[in-house]
């Protein structure tokens, strides 16, 4: 199942070229890094990079919700029920989406989804319960 990571600037390579160091080069991946080189035209953009994939579905990430870029995708997603849109890219999500691509069906995708939305942690808090529990005789 093709693969589309799309965000404003260059967000989704440097995220591609991050997944690459971990788990090495990932086949039939689209990046779109919209609003870069003259790349203003996301419909289009978006429009292009699902050309082929109405038959076989795809997964799309985005960047943020409500922007430009998730939009497009999400109007294109009403034509289309095979493509599975996520929004809120990060690091954990993409390794995860990845390591488990063979078997990408809206439930495993749900739970990548969930188990990525637990790792934004303000590290402060934790500094202070982990000194706490450190000297705790």
């Given at each position: 199942m093709k693969v589309i990571l799309a965000s404003h600037g260059a967000l989704a390579q440097g995220m591609y070229d991050a997944v690459t160091i971990i788990l090495g080069e990932q086949?039939?991946?689209?990046?779109?890094?919209?609003?870069t080189d003259g790349n203003n035209d996301i419909d289009s953009l978006a429009e292009k990079a699902l050309r082929e994939t109405?038959?076989?579905?795809c997964v799309v990430v985005t960047d943020i919700l409500g922007g430009s870029v998730n939009n497009a995708f999400l109007s294109r997603m009403r034509d289309n029920p095979r493509i599975q849109l996520i929004?809120?890219?990060?690091?954990?999500?993409?390794?995860?989406?990845?390591?488990?691509?063979?078997?990408?069906?809206?439930?495993?995708?749900?739970?990548?989804?969930?188990?990525?939305?637990?790792?934004?942690?303000?590290?402060?808090a934790l500094k202070s319960e982990t000194r706490e529990e450190e000297f705790d005789f």
């Open positions: 086949s039939d991946v689209e990046i779109i890094s919209a609003y109405y038959k076989e579905g929004t809120g890219m990060n690091l954990g999500l993409l390794l995860e989406l990845f390591s488990k691509r063979d078997e990408l069906k809206e439930t495993v995708i749900c739970s990548i989804v969930e188990e990525a939305s637990q790792n934004c942690i303000y590290c402060n």
